[in-house]
């Protein structure tokens, strides 16, 4: 094997090996004295060009990289699912078991003012609707849950929601809980409830899917 072959061959390897790239001072730190460094980067720069991956310098530095012609192979699409925020999933759930619900019933479960984004990010996820309006002063709207959220936590009907036995089993419920608790049944018909009429529809605000609804007064005295 000549010299030549015998230093194209350590450059090989110590560019494939090293985790970033090397400039010929790091090469030279590791070939043996004498080494044509210059010539065996050139060497290899020739052998390698068409081929599936090639040799490039960067900022005075080597490396081996996938040649550019080829980058869609080593490209992957994935869809990243969107993330509900803490006031997002309590709303949901809420609205899950109480439903049909109004915005105050939300509050007053919550013990929050509920947030016009919450609601919004909700519905434009599609795992809740407008349902109709409650029957009482002001007629407000009630919220429901949708197929969507049927079909995105695997239930057949709202009646395969968890109930208080599964819930404890599962550590979300407290032990302890009043002996007359009950789960409320979202599948119960309420007949206090209106239909909206036909040229009702939500209207969308900003975005909010991330951020919580602002911490109440009680909140904040137990921080």
Known sequence: MTPALATE????????AAAEPLSAADLEGRLPQGADIAGG???????????????????DRWRFQTTADLAFLMTQER????????????????????????RADIEAIRGVQASSGTLDALLELGMVRMRGR???????????????????????????LPGAAEMKAAGLLSLDLPFDFAVP???AVDED???????????????????DDPPSPREEADR
Do not use: K
């Not at 197929?147 to 995105?152: M, S, V």
């Not at 409830?193 to 951020?211: I, K, M, R």
């Open 193 to 211: 409830e209106d239909p909206l009429d036909a040229d009702e529809s939500p209207s969308f605000h900003q975005d909010f899917l991330l951020a």
């Open 134 to 160: 409650r029957r009482s002063p002001g007629r407000p709207v009630t919220w429901g849950t949708t197929d969507a959220f049927l079909e995105h936590y695997g239930l057949a009907s709202l009646a395969d």
């Open 41 to 59: 980067l050139t060497s290899l720069r020739a052998w390698y060009a068409g081929r599936g991956v090639e040799l490039v310098c960067v900022a």
């Open 79 to 102: 869809e990243s699912p969107r993330r509900l925020s803490r006031a997002a999933q309590e709303t949901l759930a809420i609205i899950a078991y109480h439903q049909p619900v109004t």
């Open 185 to 187: 049944n979202p599948a």
């Open 9 to 16: 061959r350590m450059i090989e390897a110590l560019l494939f």
